[in-house]
């Protein structure tokens, strides 16, 4: 069984792949204003970009469960907030703070993964 924060990193890699073809294809039929498609590009980009340091870190910092919960926290509320607001800014418009705390979260779990006492890298045979 893998770790689950392995497990939470592919997941989240593989559905931002998915989000980030949806915002470029069937998004733009129901969203006209080019920021707001801008928004979920960007949500999609950091999701990704997140889900590889999660998986990362679950590999080389398995014991540093500080920064993984970080990361996935902020992947949750960074970039859930932008896809939320970017479908219904009106409807979701409470979730607007939601996206600078998942920011905070995701810049802490670079710090606590900086600070990690002794990675573990994988031996090459």
Same mark, same amino acid.
């Given at each position: 069984?893998? +770790?689950?924060?392995?497990?939470?990193? *592919?997941? $989240?890699?593989?559905? /931002?792949?998915?989000?980030?073809?949806?915002? !470029?294809?069937?998004?733009?039929? @129901?969203?006209?204003?080019? %920021? @707001?498609?801008?928004?979920?590009? #960007? +949500?999609?980009? $950091?999701? &990704?970009?997140? /889900?590889?340091?999660?998986?990362?870190?679950? !590999?080389?910092?398995? %014991?540093?469960?500080? +920064?993984?919960?970080?990361?996935?926290?902020?992947?949750?509320?960074?970039?859930?907030?932008? $896809? &939320?607001? #970017?479908?219904?800014? %009106? @409807?979701?418009?409470?979730?607007?703070?939601? #996206?600078?705390?998942?920011?905070? *979260?995701?810049?802490?779990?670079?710090?606590?993964? +900086?600070?990690?006492? @002794?990675?573990?890298?994988?031996?090459?045979?």
């Amino acid at each position: 069984m893998p +770790a689950p924060f392995w497990t939470i990193g *592919c997941l $989240y890699g593989a559905s /931002s792949v998915m989000l980030g073809a949806f915002g !470029a294809h069937g998004l733009k039929k @129901r969203i006209a204003d080019p %920021q @707001r498609i801008a928004n979920w590009g #960007t +949500a999609a980009q $950091y999701q &990704l970009m997140h /889900s590889v340091a999660l998986t990362f870190a679950s !590999a080389i910092a398995p %014991q540093n469960t500080i +920064a993984m919960s970080l990361f996935t926290a902020g992947m949750t509320m960074f970039s859930g907030s932008l $896809y &939320l607001l #970017t479908l219904d800014p %009106q @409807r979701f418009k409470w979730m607007g703070p939601v #996206t600078p705390l998942g920011g905070v *979260c995701l810049i802490g779990g670079w710090i606590a993964l +900086a600070v990690t006492k @002794r990675p573990v890298f994988p031996k090459v045979k």
